[in-house]
């Protein structure tokens, strides 16, 4: 049996992440925004062609990779399908902040270097592409089709509104436009505003919206590989991914200076010196069995989790029957949720030790009113009856994947205490929200 360890970001990664903000602690307001500028400015410049080859690999489908995830859609189609022949369905380059907005097209006066930032560039379908033009950002409209499917989002004759799942990362690629283009050296000096812009300033709107998509879609993971991969060609960050707050100290007149602690950033949480990450080894038996895990994996795929086993992974489910299947590269369950249980059928057994920091014990869990499989929060053995008093009225029964069993109703409990890294099936009366008691 071996052990996998999976470390979900590494602290010296972190602090020489860290390092590359250090001339900017302890400014605020315009001096912060200028130095900013200073900071990720002068990057290297690549052709418009050899950046599709770069965003073959920042917005590389994590499911799966041959494909790409087109971001107005989120569809995931094959990198080899780009709409060179104007192809509708296939893919093309999208200038987030438009290219007429400040007059950095191919044969505009400020082309180099903003032309072909890949900051600011993303792959889309080539007839949302088309349809969401130079219009601003904003919310409401019509429903945006793309062919006779309906997507998620929303256009008006001056607006255009993305799914909910891309909001922030459209917002602060915009942040990113406007510290990095200020005018000089020949660049644009671009500003988002809280207005309907006019072709051919260089402006954007709406400003009071995209700062609130900032707040309700905070920077995931798939963004922040993003940003670590346009570093790596282009030598300069997004600063707004890397630190959020930026956004609050630049735009919302916030007088407080610009901090650095020594942070490992998981899950979007800021995990600092004096919080202690834990490990949490879970043992998968051969077959069938549930499982789930206190740490906060919330927003991790099923990849993530088990990429370092797969080859002993044959299927995982939910309890609402979807799979991570990797023989054959399904993967329908998406993101690992807090609180939840899951079915996994190993080929033989192994010990994975994830590495992280404790979910809260009372984390809100739903429960649907029929079956689910519960996970467990807590890292101590704790007696069952002790954790579900509180909702004796609505419990029917509890099994774990050894067949025994709380069953309330017959006053039976050969389950015993809880243990952490096992799962549950659980049938309730109604739906509810479920959240494990104190023990301490």
Same mark, same amino acid.
């Given at each position: 049996?071996?052990?996998?360890? /999976?470390? /979900?970001?590494?602290?010296?990664?972190?602090?020489?992440?860290n390092?590359?903000?250090?001339?900017?602690?302890?400014?605020?307001?315009?001096m912060?925004?200028?130095?900013?500028?200073?900071?990720?400015?002068?990057?290297?410049?690549?052709?418009?062609?050899?950046?599709?080859?770069?965003?073959?690999?920042?917005?590389?489908?994590?499911?799966n990779?041959?494909?790409?995830?087109?971001?107005? @859609?989120?569809?995931?189609?094959?990198?080899?399908?780009?709409?060179?022949?104007s192809?509708?369905?296939?893919w093309?380059?999208?200038?987030?902040?438009?290219?007429?907005?400040?007059?950095? =097209?191919?044969?505009?006066?400020?082309?180099?270097?903003?032309?072909?930032?890949?900051?600011?560039?993303?792959?889309?379908?080539?007839?949302?592409?088309?349809?969401? !033009?130079?219009?601003?950002f904003?919310?409401? =409209?019509?429903?945006?089709?793309?062919?006779?499917?309906?997507?998620?989002?929303?256009? @008006?004759?001056?607006?255009?509104?993305?799914?909910?799942?891309?909001?922030?990362?459209?917002?602060?690629?915009?942040?990113?436009?406007?510290?990095?283009?200020?005018g000089?050296?020949?660049?644009?000096?671009?500003?988002?505003?809280?207005? @309907?812009?006019?072709?051919?300033?260089?402006?954007?709107?709406i400003?009071s919206?995209? /700062?609130?998509?900032h707040?309700?879609d905070?920077?995931?993971?798939?963004?922040?590989?993003?940003?670590?991969?346009?570093?790596?060609?282009?030598?300069?960050?997004?600063?707004?991914?890397?630190?959020?707050?930026?956004?609050d100290?630049?735009y919302?007149?916030? !007088?407080?200076?610009?901090?650095i602690?020594?942070?490992?950033?998981?899950?979007?949480?800021?995990?600092?010196?004096?919080?202690?990450?834990?490990?949490?080894?879970?043992?998968?038996?051969?077959?069938?069995?549930?499982?789930?895990?206190?740490?906060?994996?919330?927003?991790?795929?099923?990849?993530?989790?088990?990429?370092?086993?797969?080859?002993?992974?044959?299927i995982?489910?939910?309890?609402?029957?979807?799979?991570?299947?990797?023989?054959?590269?399904?993967n329908?369950?998406?993101?690992?949720?807090?609180?939840?249980?899951?079915?996994?059928?190993?080929?033989e057994?192994?010990?994975?030790?994830?590495?992280?920091?404790?979910s809260?014990?009372?984390?809100?869990?739903?429960?649907?009113? !029929?079956?689910?499989?519960?996970?467990?929060?807590?890292?101590?053995?704790?007696?069952i009856?002790?954790?579900?008093?509180?909702?004796?009225?609505?419990?029917?029964?509890?099994?774990?994947d050894?067949?025994?069993?709380?069953?309330?109703?017959?006053?039976?409990?050969?389950?015993?205490?809880?243990?952490?890294?096992?799962?549950y099936?659980?049938?309730?009366?109604?739906?509810?929200?479920? @959240?494990?008691?104190?023990?301490?």
């Amino acid at each position: 049996m071996k052990k996998i360890l /999976l470390l /979900l970001y590494l602290p010296l990664m972190i602090s020489a992440q860290n390092s590359y903000y250090n001339t900017c602690v302890g400014l605020s307001g315009l001096m912060l925004k200028e130095e900013l500028h200073n900071v990720i400015n002068d990057h290297s410049v690549y052709s418009y062609s050899q950046v599709k080859e770069i965003l073959k690999e920042s917005d590389e489908d994590p499911n799966n990779s041959e494909n790409i995830i087109l971001v107005y @859609t989120g569809n995931s189609i094959n990198k080899l399908d780009f709409a060179s022949n104007s192809q509708q369905d296939f893919w093309n380059r999208e200038h987030v902040w438009p290219k007429s907005h400040g007059d950095f =097209g191919p044969s505009g006066i400020f082309s180099t270097p903003a032309f072909t930032d890949v900051h600011n560039l993303k792959p889309s379908d080539a007839s949302v592409n088309s349809l969401r !033009s130079d219009k601003d950002f904003d919310v409401g =409209g019509v429903i945006v089709m793309n062919g006779d499917v309906e997507t998620e989002c929303f256009s @008006t004759s001056l607006t255009f509104e993305p799914r909910d799942e891309v909001k922030g990362d459209i917002a602060r690629i915009i942040f990113y436009m406007d510290v990095r283009y200020e005018g000089g050296s020949s660049e644009p000096d671009l500003s988002p505003v809280d207005y @309907t812009t006019n072709y051919p300033d260089p402006e954007i709107g709406i400003l009071s919206t995209l /700062l609130s998509w900032h707040v309700e879609d905070p920077p995931d993971l798939f963004e922040q590989n993003r940003n670590d991969v346009i570093y790596s060609w282009q030598g300069n960050r997004n600063p707004f991914i890397d630190f959020p707050q930026l956004v609050d100290l630049i735009y919302n007149n916030n !007088s407080d200076s610009f901090q650095i602690n020594e942070c490992v950033d998981l899950n979007n949480n800021n995990i600092c010196d004096d919080i202690d990450l834990i490990d949490h080894s879970i043992i998968l038996d051969s077959g069938w069995s549930l499982f789930s895990t206190y740490i906060d994996v919330n927003e991790l795929t099923i990849q993530n989790i088990f990429s370092q086993i797969e080859d002993n992974v044959i299927i995982v489910k939910d309890e609402d029957g979807n799979v991570y299947w990797p023989e054959y590269n399904l993967n329908s369950i998406g993101e690992f949720s807090i609180g939840k249980g899951y079915q996994i059928k190993m080929s033989e057994s192994d010990e994975l030790v994830i590495n992280g920091v404790k979910s809260p014990y009372n984390y809100s869990i739903s429960l649907s009113g !029929s079956w689910n499989i519960l996970g467990y929060l807590h890292q101590d053995s704790v007696n069952i009856e002790t954790m579900f008093n509180s909702i004796d009225d609505n419990l029917i029964i509890i099994k774990d994947d050894d067949g025994n069993v709380y069953w309330p109703e017959y006053n039976l409990n050969s389950i015993g205490n809880m243990v952490p890294g096992e799962g549950y099936r659980i049938k309730i009366l109604n739906p509810l929200n479920f @959240t494990y008691p104190d023990i301490e």
